[in-house]
């Protein structure tokens, strides 16, 4: 399934490219010619590339989701990084866990022996 999922965001994403590369600028001297491109019906066509469009977006998404939720458990295993397993490493180590705001296990801070300072 996550094969398949990956396969069919790739053929979106390929899809999504031809149809903004075949979209009509709205801007610039375009623009003059609109007119003439209604007439000749440009106007229902360009009204389904965008729709086309949006449609590729939302379904690259939900798809990215749904091949999110489709991992393999090895994959996520092999995806992690090392901060992530060294947390998982100190948590599993020490029931005090406490990481701090990067994330990482907070060590506890070893006070300096306060140096003698010379009398003036």
């Known amino acids: ?3 398949f999922c990956i396969v069919l965001i790739l053929i979106a994403s390929v899809l999504i490219i031809l149809a903004v590369l075949a ?3 709205k801007s610039g001297m375009a623009a003059n010619f609109g007119a ?3 007439v000749m019906g440009v106007r229902q066509t360009s009204d389904f590339l965008e729709k086309f469009t949006w449609t590729l977006a939302i379904s690259i998404v939900v798809l ?3 091949a999110t939720m489709t991992m393999p458990a ?5 995806s992690k990084g090392g901060l992530e397993k060294a947390i998982e ?3 599993e180590g020490n029931e005090n866990f406490m990481p701090n705001q990067l994330g990482v296990p907070a060590e506890p801070a070893e006070t300096p ?3 003698s300072t010379p009398a003036e």
């Open 89 to 91: 490493q100190s948590a």
């Open 74 to 78: 090895a994959n996520i295993a092999s």
């Open 64 to 66: 990215s989701l749904v």
């Open 36 to 38: 003439s491109n209604q």
């Open 23 to 25: 979209q009509n600028p």
């Open 1 to 3: 399934m996550y094969i």
């Open 113 to 115: 022996a306060p140096e």
